[in-house]
């Protein structure tokens, strides 16, 4: 019997290994080139950006829409007109650009990125479009402490996770203490509130920031570059050299042009306009577009997650083993992994498969099957809670197991299990935020758009905490509500 | 008389733990059987195996002439139908009122209609003397009332045989005899029971076979005055004795 067990768990394992194998080798296929001809065909250029990042790429309302501009944009544009292609805009935390030109999400990313050798071990590089040096946002009030990068021995510097300035901080700030966050909006509020000294950041960031907050200046960081080590040029997938030539050609006349520089002015425009009106009243319509999908993304995921948990819980309360033990390896695989990297691997690891899957889609998904699990262990405690008696007294009356299960289990289970729910359904409008990693505009996503869209920190945070809060408290009182009518009814 | 019931050499094992050891008997059509025994002797487990909510490890259960241990599941249902079963603890279904407990089965197994279901329910709450209670919930009730709606449920089904498992062991002594009364009414009716049970006064007056049960098998079988004034085996003498004792 234990032996039986040992075994069962171990196909488990090995199911689960094989599943992982699947997804693996694929990425590492060496196709021939077709990459240019692949975006001509489907008309698109798929560009992959982190629009938090100004002037380079970042968030602003044109016409009464919310729409990615600057430079980087800019460039894309330039780059599909020269190719006769339509651009498409995807956005993404910057950490997971990478994995998403791996995958084939995007056809190419732009996001000020820095062409290093590390980088370009698992991607293509286009020629450098645009040169500029690196600078350190420091307090106004501190300017005259600072000189370059050496001045800051024994201080804490905040670098953008997986950015060029990290590398570069490491190497030659050996001195300092680093601190990398994923958001710059975040790397500027650490330093308003004196949790660092200074940011290493691009200097045309560094200029936009500077510009627009009194409390920030900026210095020449006065790094040891090299060669490609400074600037900014557009990733490929590995093996797209077609489509880099291609690129490469547009590159060279934005060059000959002299492009870069009225790009740069347009995207000063749109900070302009952006900074213009910085109270939270005038971005009403992100966080109410961050609320909606929020909102929507919960109840999607708790209808879903309501149907496939009361058949997991089934499956996991039938005797027939093949029902069974999938139920039970699924309740606690899924309970014993973290949400993050199951949104991460349905976006990625699925989209291997299927590659253009929506964000929106995998992030609803993997919220709805992790949401399923927790359900399923719900609805099992309530179904057992029913005293057996019940089901006796039906059956002796010559029920059927369904009409057992479906007219007197469930409804008595269901008065137990309502409390639960209604707390899985108000931990999911807390915990769908993690989607806003892969690009899903929800309450947090949206947050930080309107941090970077207006260089405030704290503000758009504490309208999307009490956003938060007003939702899950008038769902609680809601849920309340429908609870004491059960009881009663 | 024709035979509603015959068992023969049941045998009912949970693991290594054998509660029935080979049980043999027949209950007639209308005759009302009253099964006696020390606690632990398997009489709980005798009567779930006759409609099966458990599963004979083996031996035969001809009811109305048909084996049920050779029936599939599905099946089964149709006969449970034909079986009603009185619990120790009621078991009335909590998530409704006394008219839904009463005409549930016969609108959903037996496809009755609503106004056919509502009548007959009525009727039955009138004979267990409780028709004005058809709308309360079972948690108001008192014991005594849930086990009389127990058994209005279990007629509503128009059964051929009621099984009871020591109907009155959870009720206060004052409710006992609510219960008994109706028992007896309806074995005057007519039907056919098999009654495990403490009350020896209920077996002498209403019983028209005694069956002692002990250790997992029938020790001794007869009329209610064979058992009660003359019991030959020395078990029976035994546990009467102990019985008569408190
Ligand atoms: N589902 C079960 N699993 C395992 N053992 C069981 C189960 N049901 C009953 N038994 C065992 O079978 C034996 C007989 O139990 P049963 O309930 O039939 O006795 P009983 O004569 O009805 O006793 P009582 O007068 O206490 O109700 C006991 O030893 C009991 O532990
Ligand atoms: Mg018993």
């Not at chain 2, 632990?40 to 002439?65: D, H, Q, W, Y």
């Not at chain 2, 998530?95 to 209609?113: I, S």
């Given at each position: 019997m234990k032996l039986k067990k040992i075994s069962l768990w171990l196909t488990a394992l090995v199911c689960l290994l094989g599943l992982f194998a699947v997804f693996a080798p694929s990425g590492q296929v060496q196709a021939a080139d077709n990459s240019l001809q692949r975006v001509k065909d489907k008309g698109t250029l798929v560009m992959g950006t982190s629009p938090d990042y100004p002037p380079y790429e970042f968030i602003t309302k044109v016409n009464g829409k919310n729409q990615v501009v600057g430079m980087d944009v800019d460039v894309a544009h330039k780059i599909a007109k020269d190719l006769g292609v339509k651009l498409v805009i995807k956005q993404m935390d910057f950490d997971s650009l990478l994995v998403a030109l791996e995958t084939h999400k995007v056809d190419m990313v732009l996001s000020a990125m820095t062409p290093t050798e590390e980088r370009k071990q698992s991607v293509d590089f286009s020629q450098v479009y645009y040169d500029a040096g690196q600078a350190i946002i420091v307090r106004k009030q501190d300017l005259h402490l600072y000189k370059d990068k050496n001045s800051f021995a024994g201080k804490q510097v905040g670098v953008q996770t997986g950015s060029l300035q990290q590398d570069l901080a490491k190497k030659q700030m050996k001195k300092s203490h680093l601190k990398a966050l994923t958001k710059v909006t975040d790397l500027i509020l650490s330093l308003e509130t004196n949790k660092i000294d200074g940011i290493v950041a691009e200097d045309a960031v560094a200029q936009a920031y500077v510009a627009n907050d009194t409390r920030l200046a900026k210095i020449d960081a006065k790094f040891d570059l090299g060669g490609d080590e400074n600037g900014t040029a557009i990733a490929f997938a590995k093996n797209s050299g077609t489509l880099v030539n291609a690129v490469n050609h547009s590159i060279d006349q934005i060059k000959q042009q002299k492009l870069t520089k009225q790009y740069i002015n347009n995207a000063g425009k749109y900070m302009a306009t952006n900074t213009e009106n910085k109270s939270m009243f005038n971005y009403w319509s992100y966080f109410a577009k961050g609320v909606g999908y929020t909102l929507l993304i919960t109840a999607i995921s708790v209808v879903i997650g309501i149907i496939l948990g009361t058949m997991f819980a089934l499956g996991r309360m039938s005797r027939k083993a093949i029902l069974h033990y999938p139920a039970v390896w699924y309740i606690e695989f899924v309970r014993g992994t973290p949400l993050m990297i199951q949104v991460m691997f349905v976006y990625f690891g699925v989209g291997l498969l299927w590659n253009n899957i929506p964000a929106f889609f995998a992030g609803v998904v993997a919220v709805a099957l992790n949401s399923a699990a927790y359900v399923a262990e719900y609805i099992r405690g309530g179904i057992d809670s029913v005293p057996v008696g019940q089901v006796e007294a039906a059956r002796s009356l010559g029920m059927s197991q369904r009409d057992t299960m479906q007219t007197i289990v469930l409804p008595q289970a269901i008065k137990i299990i309502w409390p639960s729910l209604g707390n899985e359904f108000i931990s999911l409008i807390k915990e769908s935020s993690i989607v806003s990693i892969i690009g899903v505009t929800d309450l947090i996503y949206q947050l930080r758009a309107v941090q970077a869209a207006t260089y405030r920190g704290v503000a758009p945070i504490a309208v999307a905490m009490v956003l938060y809060f007003i939702m899950t408290f008038t769902l609680s009182r809601i849920l309340n509500h429908a609870e004491r009518k059960m009881q009663h009814g | 008389?024709?035979?509603?019931?015959?068992?023969?050499?049941?045998?009912?094992?949970?693991?290594?733990?054998?509660?029935?050891?080979?049980?043999?008997?027949?209950?007639?059509?209308?005759?009302?059987?009253?099964?006696?025994?020390?606690?632990?002797?398997?009489?709980?487990?005798?009567?779930?195996?006759?409609?099966?909510?458990?599963?004979?490890?083996?031996?035969?259960?001809?009811?109305?002439?048909?084996?049920?241990?050779?029936?599939?599941?599905?099946?089964?249902?149709?006969?449970?139908?034909?079986?009603?079963?009185?619990?120790?603890?009621?078991?009335?279904?909590?998530?409704?009122?006394?008219?839904?407990?009463?005409?549930?089965?016969?609108?959903?197994?037996?496809?009755?209609?609503?106004?056919?279901?509502?009548?007959?329910?009525?009727?039955?709450?009138?004979?267990?003397?409780?028709?004005?209670?058809?709308?309360?919930?079972?948690?108001?009730?008192?014991?005594?009332?849930?086990?009389?709606?127990?058994?209005?449920?279990?007629?509503?089904?128009?059964?051929?045989?009621?099984?009871?498992?020591?109907?009155?062991?959870?009720?206060?002594?004052?409710?006992?005899?609510e219960v008994l009364k109706v028992m007896q009414d309806l074995a005057h009716s007519g039907m056919t029971m098999v009654v495990v049970t403490h009350e020896m006064g209920f077996a002498r007056q209403v019983a028209d076979e005694v069956w002692f049960m002990d250790g997992g098998d029938i020790a001794e079988k007869g009329t209610p005055e064979q058992i009660f004034e003359h019991p030959q085996n020395e078990r029976t003498k035994d546990f009467l004795s102990r019985i008569l004792a408190q």
């Open positions: - | 008389m024709a035979e509603m019931l015959k068992v023969e050499n049941l045998k009912k094992a949970f693991g290594k733990n054998e509660v029935l050891t080979g049980i043999d008997g027949v209950v007639n059509s209308g005759q009302v059987i009253v099964v006696i025994g020390p606690s632990g002797g398997g009489k709980s487990t005798f009567l779930r195996c006759l409609n099966l909510l458990e599963t004979p490890t083996s031996g035969k259960i001809a009811f109305e002439g048909q084996d049920l241990t050779q029936l599939p599941e599905k099946k089964l249902d149709d006969i449970r139908e034909k079986m009603g079963m009185v619990f120790q603890s009621f078991n009335l279904f909590s998530n409704m009122n006394v008219m839904d407990n009463l005409t549930l089965a016969p609108k959903r197994v037996k496809g009755e209609d609503e106004a056919q279901a509502q009548k007959k329910a009525l009727e039955l709450l009138e004979r267990v003397g409780l028709a004005e209670k058809k709308d309360a919930f079972p948690e108001s009730l008192s014991g005594g009332q849930q086990q009389r709606v127990a058994i209005a449920r279990a007629l509503a089904m128009d059964p051929d045989v009621m099984l009871f498992d020591e109907p009155t062991s959870a009720l206060d002594p004052e409710m006992v005899g």
